[in-house]
């Protein structure tokens, strides 16, 4: 058995990351375009398509990064979620894509950590409020006195 070297695993884990990325698009039936799916693959140090070069310099001059990137947060969110609901295995894998970039430059992984999960935003937004209101009333009480 040979084993698999880095560079494998990280060609794996971007091909499954933007399959399921892409897949969500087609399911909205929206899909992306040729040079959408490639930046999906986009990287400044690590691996990447052997024409990245040609396909980022076409993305740069016929799309709006912003709107590629909100596109992107809410295709992320939505296979995300659709993941976490389904087949727990394929989920898994969608966690070990991750680890797997974690720490290098891999857009694809800038874009997943710009779409938390729609939950955990609110989750954070409801403790902050929490944690200021206890501050207040207890302010309050040392302001009274108590």
Do not use: C
Not at 30 to 58: D, H, N, Q
Request: hydrophobic share 45%; glycine share 6%.
């Amino acid at each position: 058995m040979t084993p698999v070297n880095s560079t494998d695993k990280i060609r794996e884990a971007k091909v499954f990351l933007a399959s399921r990325i892409a897949d969500e698009a087609d399911r909205e039936g929206i899909p992306l375009t040729e040079i959408e799916r490639k930046m999906l693959y986009f990287s400044e140090s690590g691996w990447t398509l052997p024409e990245m070069t040609e396909v980022k310099a076409v993305f740069d001059r016929q799309y709006d990064r912003g709107l590629f990137e909100a596109r992107m947060a809410r295709l992320i969110r939505r296979a995300r979620s659709r993941l976490m609901g389904g087949d727990k295995a394929e989920y898994e894998t969608w966690k070990w894509a991750i680890q797997e970039l974690h720490g290098q430059d891999h857009y694809v992984l800038a874009l997943i950590a710009a779409a938390p999960p729609t939950g955990e935003v609110t989750r954070l937004v409801i403790t902050a409020l929490v944690i200021i209101g206890v501050i207040l009333v207890a302010l309050f009480l040392v302001g009274r006195g108590y």
